[in-house]
């Protein structure tokens, strides 16, 4: 018996390496088609069986009575030993965290979790800005001239292995074309090579990016903050005219919490109402600025040169200005030894001054908070000066969580976007956890010639 017992703790030891062993040489030399067959009877017929010998084992020690205490005392110190081996097995990325075996097993399903989101980032290039569910490589499919061209998700020249992808296509490639998007599991990356899976494929979107119109619909959306995104959708939806273009004003999400949840909350409303269909431009709002996640990596990971920058569309020059937080009079612990938004905001304000006026557009700036900052070493005075110089005619924001038109120091018209709203007090802890308090205002800007109309919706 105890020499039985032993050979099953052994068994168990080595059953994950073994098990990652045959998974790799099968790999090799089974047809790639039919190997996740393989996959699942390496799994349910090798640790499956040790497992429920172990658990059946140990039940059969502790109910043996004929056996002298030691000897059932040390049979089922075994067996546990056997199963915490197992356990770890599991645990340790042997098996479950390899990322070869994880992609072939049928539990963890390989599928778009961001749907195509397209970003004119102004610097000639559309981002076109997508998620998978596993670590994958991202690439877009698109015709130019008759020939089918392919675009990666590229990291300083190597094809990106990850979830969140974030493909650049020239404006005159994508502007009133088709494109698809793709993501091909990663299996394994190591130097100078690696394996790749499954592909999966979107639906084909037709794009409707034209930048030459002259007088285009404008859908400005702000301060969903996590969960006004249904609300948000209701109110777009009651909407007579479809958007041309789309302006996220900022505060989709009250903090960043890990790339996931600035996938869920901040990508993934936009993504849904545009359809990848229209392009949509990017304004930082304060809440994008509390993070744990890496708000210096997301400007990467979608395509953006900064959180400042301008974006030139037909007779429409938008200056896009990123408020961030305000830098002074903030020692509470949420933003206590967290930033230094002086030195920021001074080199964004050092940019803004030297931007050449291009006083024969239609000039717009974009920033989340009307007023930029707070009045600290003048800083307030220059943002205004500057747009000012740069011949300004409208600005739109968001942050004020009121829907209205109001004047600026610089003297050119802003329109307040809405975003979500109480539409009473919460009287109880129930109230702050649920929708039926909260409501949302949308706007759109309707322009005519040197005019613009303001439609608003409200749900």
């Known amino acids: 018996m105890l020499l039985a017992l032993t050979a099953f703790v052994a068994l168990l030891a080595i059953s994950g390496p073994v098990l990652n062993a045959f998974y790799r040489i099968g790999y090799v030399f089974i047809d790639h088609e039919t190997f996740p067959g393989f996959a699942r009877l390496l799994f349910y017929g090798l640790m499956l069986p040790n497992a429920l010998a172990g658990a059946g084992c140990l039940a059969w020690v502790l109910a043996r009575d004929g056996l002298p205490l030691g000897g059932r ?182 903090y960043s919490v890990n790339e996931a949840g600035m996938i869920r909350h901040l990508l993934l409303p936009p993504a849904r109402l545009s359809g990848g269909e229209i392009p949509a431009i990017f304004v930082r709002g304060n809440h994008e600025v509390r993070a744990n996640y890496d708000i210096g990596d997301l400007v990467r990971k979608i395509g953006l040169p900064s959180y400042y920058y301008q974006v030139e569309r037909g007779r429409f020059l938008f200056t896009v200005a ?45 920033c989340h908070d009307r007023d930029f900052c707070t009045e600290t070493d003048g800083r307030r005075s220059r943002y205004f000066a500057a747009m000012a110089r740069l011949g300004v005619r409208l600005g739109v924001s968001g942050h004020s969580h009121s829907l209205k038109w109001s004047e600026t120091a610089a003297a050119y018209p802003n329109l307040e976007d809405g975003g979500r709203f109480a539409r009473k007090e919460p009287k109880s802890i129930l109230d702050i956890f649920t929708r039926c308090v909260y409501g949302y205002r949308a706007a759109m800007l309707h322009f005519d010639g040197d005019t613009v109309r303001m439609e608003s919706q409200e749900v």
């Open 322 to 366: 990123d408020s961030a937080e305000s830098p002074d009079g903030k020692d509470d612990w949420e933003h206590k030894d967290c930033y230094d938004m002086g030195t920021y905001l001074d080199r964004e304000l050092m940019w803004l001054e030297a931007l050449p006026p291009r006083l024969e557009k239609y000039n717009i700036v974009l």
């Open 73 to 254: 005392v040390l049979l089922g110190v075994c067996a546990v030993l056997g199963l915490f081996i197992l356990l770890i097995n599991l645990v340790s990325g042997r098996i479950t965290k390899n990322e070869a075996f994880k992609a072939r097993l049928p539990v963890w399903r390989f599928r778009f979790t961001l749907p195509p989101l397209v970003l004119d980032v102004g610097t000639g290039d559309y981002a076109v800005i997508f998620a998978a569910s596993r670590r994958c490589q991202g690439f877009v499919t698109y015709t130019m001239d008759g020939a089918e061209q392919t675009a990666y998700s590229l990291d300083a020249g190597v094809r990106r292995a990850g979830k969140l992808h974030c493909v650049l296509i020239p404006r005159d490639a994508l502007e009133n074309n088709r494109y698809q998007i793709h993501a091909r599991r990663v299996l394994e990356q190591i130097s100078y090579g690696g394996r790749l899976g499954k592909t999966i494929h979107g639906d084909v979107v037709s794009f409707r990016g034209d930048r030459t119109l002259e007088n285009p619909a404008v859908l400005a959306l702000s301060d969903w903050h996590f969960r006004g995104d249904k609300e948000m959708a209701r109110a777009v939806r009651l909407f007579r005219t479809a958007p041309d273009l789309l302006l996220l004003l900022g505060d989709g999400a009250d």
